[in-house]
């Protein structure tokens, strides 16, 4: 079942002269992990624009094809409307965190759209915990570290109970611990709660190993996309300039030095444990 599917997608900004992307057509089934991924300006973050309808309700432009989100139109239905079953997630969460204490700011959402007060604080308290934000919630947003104010970020969305979570680049400010501990909590909602994930990272490194698929995007098109192992491993990938993981990229060097490993590991892990095995033949 397709949760979001564009046809013949093309946007050009108000003040553009060209399209951001152009002729998309993409499906994305319920449950999947998806990352975007590809050279900067290349159209990921214009693309995941229209999945909550800040394009082009917000953003304005001229948008031509088709769009559908959870079975909504985009162009038929306002963004606090699509808001309700699609969640954003922005790189920078100073952009995202403004109340004086984080329940607060997990709360928001919840309170403009009239939820009611028992169901709120139910709502946000599951929201912190399974963030592992619950002990911050009396703190203020500007007094966490970065990993913190991602993950009350993350949280505030989550409250709102989404079928479809969006995050672009939500590590970009972050040390690489930080952003493991990003990742181990987008792949439990993925995992646990069955929520789609659509992740626009550069950092493949630490997160291929969650996706179930990998989309590459060049010159505002759709150039690669498939099962991560199949669409890292490529040339294509690699002449294109996405950060192929360190460990594929080892798997490459070795198969041409004659050394086969049980298919292209994408962690350093996975990397460790075939090459004891072929070691232990």
Same mark, same amino acid.
């Given at each position: 079942m397709a949760i979001i599917e564009a046809k013949r997608l093309t946007y050009t900004y108000p003040i553009g002269e060209k399209p951001a992307f152009r002729d998309v057509n993409l499906e994305i089934k319920k449950g999947e992990f998806v990352i975007i991924t590809g050279p900067s300006g290349c159209g990921k973050t214009t693309l995941c624009r229209c999945f909550n309808g800040l394009i082009p309700h917000f953003y304005g432009g001229r948008l031509e094809g088709e769009i559908t989100v959870c079975g909504l139109n985009?162009?038929?239905?306002?963004? &606090? #409307?699509?808001?309700?079953?699609?969640?954003m997630v922005f790189q920078n969460p100073e952009n995202q965190l403004f109340a004086l204490s984080v329940e607060?700011?997990?709360?928001?959402g919840l309170e403009n759209l009239g939820v009611p007060r028992e169901e709120i604080r139910k709502r946000v308290d599951w929201a912190l915990k399974i963030t592992g934000t619950y002990e911050l919630r009396n703190r203020a947003p &500007? #007094?966490?570290?970065?990993g913190q104010q991602q993950r009350v970020a993350i949280a505030s969305v989550l409250a709102m109970n989404p079928e479809v979570i969006v995050l672009d680049e939500p590590t970009s400010f972050l040390d690489p611990i930080g952003a493991e501990q990003i990742f181990d909590v987008i792949n439990s909602l993925n995992k646990d709660l069955g929520i789609t994930i659509i992740l626009v990272e550069h950092r493949l490194d630490l997160i291929s190993k969650y996706a179930s698929r990998v989309i590459v995007m060049?010159?505002?098109?759709?150039?690669l996309d498939g099962n991560p192992r199949e669409v890292l491993v490529s040339e294509e990938a690699r002449l294109i300039g996405v950060g192929i993981p360190k460990a594929t990229l080892l798997y490459k060097i070795l198969k041409l030095r004659g050394i086969s490993l049980n298919g292209p590991p994408l962690s350093s892990d996975e990397a460790c444990r075939s090459i004891m095995e072929v070691m232990s033949r």
């Amino acid at each position: 079942m397709a949760i979001i599917e564009a046809k013949r997608l093309t946007y050009t900004y108000p003040i553009g002269e060209k399209p951001a992307f152009r002729d998309v057509n993409l499906e994305i089934k319920k449950g999947e992990f998806v990352i975007i991924t590809g050279p900067s300006g290349c159209g990921k973050t214009t693309l995941c624009r229209c999945f909550n309808g800040l394009i082009p309700h917000f953003y304005g432009g001229r948008l031509e094809g088709e769009i559908t989100v959870c079975g909504l139109n985009v162009r038929e239905h306002p963004t &606090y #409307e699509i808001a309700q079953h699609v969640g954003m997630v922005f790189q920078n969460p100073e952009n995202q965190l403004f109340a004086l204490s984080v329940e607060k700011d997990v709360a928001f959402g919840l309170e403009n759209l009239g939820v009611p007060r028992e169901e709120i604080r139910k709502r946000v308290d599951w929201a912190l915990k399974i963030t592992g934000t619950y002990e911050l919630r009396n703190r203020a947003p &500007y #007094e966490l570290s970065g990993g913190q104010q991602q993950r009350v970020a993350i949280a505030s969305v989550l409250a709102m109970n989404p079928e479809v979570i969006v995050l672009d680049e939500p590590t970009s400010f972050l040390d690489p611990i930080g952003a493991e501990q990003i990742f181990d909590v987008i792949n439990s909602l993925n995992k646990d709660l069955g929520i789609t994930i659509i992740l626009v990272e550069h950092r493949l490194d630490l997160i291929s190993k969650y996706a179930s698929r990998v989309i590459v995007m060049q010159n505002g098109q759709i150039v690669l996309d498939g099962n991560p192992r199949e669409v890292l491993v490529s040339e294509e990938a690699r002449l294109i300039g996405v950060g192929i993981p360190k460990a594929t990229l080892l798997y490459k060097i070795l198969k041409l030095r004659g050394i086969s490993l049980n298919g292209p590991p994408l962690s350093s892990d996975e990397a460790c444990r075939s090459i004891m095995e072929v070691m232990s033949r």
